[in-house]
């Protein structure tokens, strides 16, 4: 049974319709990529997810139910836009909002007690927000994210603003999350940390669902039968008017196979020639290069 | 329930923590009176210095009975022609020269010209009109047969006293109708400040939360309607502390400086608390007739009558500055224009409550203290003075209705304005979201 079930969502604004019959699912301890443009939907489903809004029509299921006002408590949702209150004390805050979230004083100080252990962070108990670095503040936004464990993690861009040290660790606990059994939600336009960490992912356009599946079920079938050669020597130019060469550099050349042709032919052809071959690799399409291809059509 | 309630304590401790709201507790007041008794000191230093030297140029000899002993402008005569004293009075140190033609003894119109290099004020020639009709009567008295003392003898001296008193001073009737408006002068100001500082409280609040952010964190786990009136309730829990707190101390420390000064001074100081009341009204009255009388008002009635037109004003003003607040867009320069369809209402309550002051029973003042958007400054102001029971209750009802409904419209903006960022919302949307379902 999938974590979260987005059955036919529809959501208007006055006349504009910002998602238009959206339909996916999430499984359980995956870590699912929320794709799209700038404008394409994503917030708003996030929000409809979280119980911000409601949807015009369609059903979202979390645990095979639907959305109710229990639900909030099994989520954590951090916003692209992070926010906290400037002029509290980090120790405060964090209380305040993990008892909103539904953990009593205890069960939340015991939590946030060992995030900020995790995080190296002790210290900070009585320092006010606005006195942190903003990676600190980060930091602190993550662990208001996760500290009433929640099934369901939506992180909406959360690598923004951080720096390489911090983005690794902050990716760290989101692996340790997954790997818990927590499903995780990722919104972003950055192509390159989809590929890193998610398994399956969503690509939404204009409030559709346009794309939906596993990361390598994919590029596996958006790849267009390139193979990227590096040889020894040279390589004789009859031989080359047979091929269908995409791009060449030096001593490396990208081929691009006929139809009916396969890997093994082309790599026999090589051989037969005579050419001595140090790497054999096909390319695959990046999620970048489908993103654009899919989102431009 | 229980999240309301987190909501509740956080902008209320936030607040109360805070060591500003300790120091403006205490200094308040104190603050309050020195301003007013500065302005006391400033209108009374001023009334000394705005006395005008005149020089009276006087062909209808009206003026020998003068008495310039009395206050106020001096006056002084010439027998120069007025061609050559209209050149040199204002070097000679006279602000006004006023020249009385001749007077035939019977016109009963008079024009009586002055010359001023500046120009004078109203109040200066006002006075000196009075002065002159005062010396063309006396001068018409002396001329003709009639005996000066029998004019005399008509006049009576006339003091109103109020037939309820049931003190033994025969002064106290009047003292109670001046503590009554200083008192009513001085709630209905607190609750126009109140409405003010604490709904800009709220909407400062709303606008935090709008704008880093966080207000998405907070309305994924709790209701917008939840975190809006947790929001103005704690707020309001706030100005109902610090109320509570000047209402215990307040009447402590005149019974302290009762006990202090006895009945040794003069009170005309206390009057110079309320600009409303003029000092020479309080002169003769001792400090422990004030304290006596200021106990005897109906503190039953007024205190929680007080306290209720507090909350309602409140929470009906306050809700409006929530809705404002989360109508904002991230520029916050831009809210001037939604908070002035806000404010008018106020400063319209606010200068009924003055009029009220004078005439608490005026059709104008019973309409004020009724209509809900001017009832929590205006009746407050007419508490002191009795006023009929049901009309108080009226208004309670009335506000509490009004409240509960704008409440609710204000919950509708503020949901759907949270989540709108950059451009500010206009009215017209504003209208479309109370009405959208």
Redesign the interface.
Same mark, same amino acid.
């Given at each position: 049974m999938p974590v979260l079930k987005i059955d036919n969502v529809v959501k208007r604004f006055h006349n504009k319709t910002a998602v238009n019959g959206a339909s996916f699912e999430v499984n359980k301890g995956k870590i699912f990529g929320l794709l799209g443009p700038n404008g394409a939907g994503k917030t708003t489903l996030i929000?409809i997810i979280?119980? &911000? !809004?409601k949807a015009d029509e369609g059903v979202v299921y979390l645990n095979g139910e639907k959305l109710n006002e229990f639900h #909030?408590?099994q &989520?954590g949702? *951090? #916003?692209e836009? %992070? /926010? !906290?209150?400037?002029? *509290?004390k980090v120790g405060e805050q964090l209380l305040? !909002?993990a008892?909103? %979230? /539904?953990m009593s004083y205890k069960d939340a100080k015991k939590a946030i007690v060992e995030w900020m252990t995790k995080f190296e962070m002790q210290d900070w108990w009585n320092k006010k927000i606005e006195e942190l670095s903003k990676g600190m503040q980060q930091k602190v936004q993550f662990i208001?994210t996760v500290v009433h464990s929640p099934k369901l993690i939506i992180l909406d861009e959360p690598f923004t603003g951080l720096d390489p040290v911090n983005t690794e660790l902050i990716r760290k606990e989101i692996m340790k999350l997954s790997d818990n059994g927590t499903t995780i939600i990722f919104s972003t336009h950055r192509m390159e940390q989809v590929e890193e960490i998610c398994e399956d992912i969503v690509l939404i356009n204009a409030g559709k669902v346009i794309l939906d599946g596993k990361v390598a079920k994919i590029k596996e079938d958006f790849k267009e039968n390139k193979y990227k050669v590096e040889f020894a020597g040279e390589i004789n130019n009859d031989l080359l008017s047979g091929l269908e060469v995409e791009d060449r550099d030096g001593s490396s050349f990208v081929f691009k196979l006929n139809e009916g042709q396969t890997s093994n032919d082309l790599l026999k052809i090589l051989l037969d020639n005579g050419v001595s071959v140090k790497s054999f690799n096909e390319i695959l399409p990046s999620l970048n290069d489908i993103f654009i291809k899919l989102v431009t059509d | 329930m229980k999240k309301l309630w987190l909501i509740i304590k956080r902008e209320y401790l936030i607040r109360v923590k805070k060591k500003s709201f300790l120091l403006i507790t205490l200094l308040a007041p104190l603050a309050f009176a020195t301003l007013t008794l500065g302005m006391g000191f400033i209108s009374g230093y001023m009334a000394t210095k705005s006395s005008k030297k005149v020089i009276v140029k006087d062909d209808a000899g009206i003026f020998k009975s003068f008495n310039s002993a009395k206050k106020g402008n001096t006056y002084d005569f010439t027998s120069l022609p007025l061609d050559s004293i209209v050149n040199t009075y204002d070097k000679e140190g006279y602000d006004l020269l006023v020249h009385i033609p001749d007077y035939d003894g019977n016109s009963k119109k008079i024009k009586v010209q002055y010359y001023s290099q500046k120009k004078p004020g109203l109040i200066t020639l006002e006075k000196i009109e009075q002065r002159i009709s005062e010396a063309y009567k006396n001068y018409n008295i002396d001329k003709s047969d009639v005996d000066k003392e029998l004019i005399k003898s008509f006049s009576v001296d006339v003091s109103l006293e109020n037939a309820k008193s049931n003190s033994k001073n025969d002064k106290t009737g009047k003292l109670s109708v001046i503590i009554a408006t200083a008192l009513a002068g001085a709630m209905g100001f607190l609750l126009y400040m109140v409405i003010f500082i604490f709904g800009t409280q709220v909407m400062r609040s709303v606008m935090e939360e709008k704008i880093n952010r966080i207000v998405e964190i907070i309305i994924s786990s709790v209701k917008p309607f939840q975190l809006m009136v947790g929001k103005v309730v704690g707020v309001g829990a706030v100005g109902l502390t610090q109320l509570l707190i000047w209402i215990i101390f307040i009447p402590v420390i005149m019974m302290i400086a009762n006990l202090i000064f006895g009945g040794g001074i003069d009170s005309s100081n206390i009057s110079e608390l309320q600009g409303q009341i003029n000092p020479d009204d309080l002169k003769g009255f001792n400090f422990s007739q004030v304290i006596n009388e200021f106990f005897a008002l109906n503190w039953w009635v007024i205190l929680p009558a007080f306290i209720l037109f507090f909350l309602g004003g409140y929470f009906l003003y306050s809700s409006l500055f929530a809705a404002v607040g989360s109508a904002i867009g991230d520029d916050q320069g831009e809210s001037q224009s939604l908070i002035m369809p806000i404010t008018i209402p106020v400063i319209f309550a606010m200068i009924i409550m003055m009029n009220t002051l004078n005439d608490p029973d005026s059709p104008l003042a019973v309409f004020g203290s009724i209509f809900p958007l001017f009832s929590p400054i205006v009746m407050p102001a007419r508490l002191p003075f009795d006023p009929p029971i049901w009309q108080v209750i009226l208004s309670l009802v009335l506000l509490i209705a009004t409240c509960v409904l704008f409440i609710w419209m204000s919950a509708k903006i503020y949901r759907a304005g949270i989540l709108m960022y950059g451009k500010k919302l206009s009215i017209k949307e504003m209208g479309k979201m109370i009405f959208k379902k």
């Open positions: 929000r979280t119980s &911000i !809004l #909030p408590t &989520i949702y *951090m #916003p836009e %992070r /926010g !906290l209150y400037k002029k *509290m305040y !909002l008892q909103l %979230r /539904g208001v | -």
